[in-house]
Structure formats: structure tokens, C-alpha cells
């Protein structure tokens, strides 16, 4: 398996050191993990840990201040038997990835459960309560878009179980597409709210992506090594990164383990109608 994996990682650097960014620049700053950040509350009992926050895509102030379009990527936990503060948020979609627990929210006159793998879009304006029904954390990542003032925005909130979706292989060669959120259930700027896999032993296609792109890949689960231009960076559970948009930055998942490596992954690529 070693010798596999080596092969794999010296094939990508021969054939796309050409399309790499220049070596000098510091591509660490496009990634980031909730661990090396401190606490913040959200939601009155919420304990979040920011991922990605907003910054310069293209020369980040900072580790992970890369966000233009989204206004945070953070890893939330809700602990056992608690409630949320009744809360809502005004002139932004909020959305959040149940990774594990069970519980339930309630707003605009829905209860709805939840459990891992639920994709929860929340409109602006609208109150709403969260509650872990465990003893267990309530594990998720949770992220904000904000939205124009003349934005048709949902009235209610929606819930989808993203694991559940049919699996779409293909994309980049490897890339295995599940359940996702879009534009048409009431996003505005992400196209893909959405859960991506690549399998064991596995490699996806390195390529860039130009401005005005946000692309986001957040490891859920597994665990995966990154190429981005011309560096090799381990990428553990609980790390996100962003393609720097600046059309000579290639980036690539690769997946030396066993078992799949499954992402959280928001996209944004194309204005809004």
C-alpha cells in the first residue's frame, strides 16, 4: 500500500507541476482546522470553533481568512440534554451539517428531527430552537450566506438527509457525489451544499479554478492527504480548505487509506440569476 501511495503522489507532481502556483507563496493559509481556534458561542448555547472565515481569496490576511462570498465555516457542538436560545438571523441563509447525534429544531411551526447526515437550510428571519435529545454531543459544521434585501428566500426550514442520496460517481475522475442543497431549495450564492467521497486508494483530478469561484471541501470523515499547486498537505478529519481562485492553483484530494474519505462540500461558481 505504501508503495502505491508514493507512485500516486510522484505521478501528480510530474504531471501537474506545470499548472502549480509559484512555490514561494504560503498555500498553508488556504487551509485551517477548528482545532487551532478558539471558542465562541452562537445560538446562546452553541460552542463554535471557526474553520474559514472572510478575508482575500487571493492573499489571505490570515490562516483560513479566505471567504468572500460565504460570512463563516465553523464546527459547532451542542451538548447533551441542551437547548438552543430562540435565535434567528436577519439577511442570511444559515446552513448546518448534523456530523453526529440525534436531536430536533423547531421553527415556523415545524418539529423535525435530526441525525447524522442531515443538511439543515435556515431562512433569514425565521426563529428557531435546536435541542439535542442525547446524552452525546450534537456534533455539525455549520456555515452563513448572506442575502440581498429583494431576495425570495424560503419560509420554512428544510432538512435533508444528504447520506441518503442517490451516489453520483465521476466528477474528476473520482469523485463520488451524494445528497445536496442547491439554489433551487433556496440558496443564493452556493450551488452545491453537498456531500462528496472519494474511495479508498483513490486519486481525483487535479484542477484549478478561476475568480469568482468559492469552492470549500471539508473532511467529515477518513482521512486524506491534499494537493494544492506544488505542496502536499495531510488533511485530517475536521480540516477545510479553499481553492485559491486564481486559475494557476490546482487542487486534489488523495485518499492513501482503506476506507472513504467523505467531505462537506460548498460551492459557488456563477452569479445568481
Known sequence: MKSLSLACVLFLFAAFTSLAAPPERDLSRWIKSWETSP??????????????????????????????????????????????????????????????????????????PLRQGDAILIPPSLEHVITNETEEPLLMVIAAEPVPKNFKARTDILVRNLLEGNASPGAHWNHVGYGSIGRSDGLYQEEGFALVGVDGMNIAEPHPHVEGTEEIWFLVSGDAYLQLGIRLFHQPAGTAFMTPPDGQTPHATINTSDRLALFLFLARWHEPQ
Open 39 to 112: 471558542t465562541t458561542s452562537s445560538h446562546g448555547n452553541i460552542v463554535e470553533r471557526a474553520i474559514l472565515t472572510p478575508g482575500d481569496p487571493l492573499n489571505p490576511p490570515a490562516q483560513g481568512a479566505v471567504l468572500k462570498y460565504l460570512s463563516r465555516l465553523s464546527r459547532g457542538e451542542l451538548n447533551g440534554m441542551v437547548s438552543t436560545k430562540p435565535v434567528k438571523h436577519d439577511g442570511e441563509n444559515e446552513m448546518i451539517y448534523i456530523m453526529s447525534g440525534k436531536g430536533r429544531i423547531e421553527g415556523g411551526g415545524k418539529k423535525l
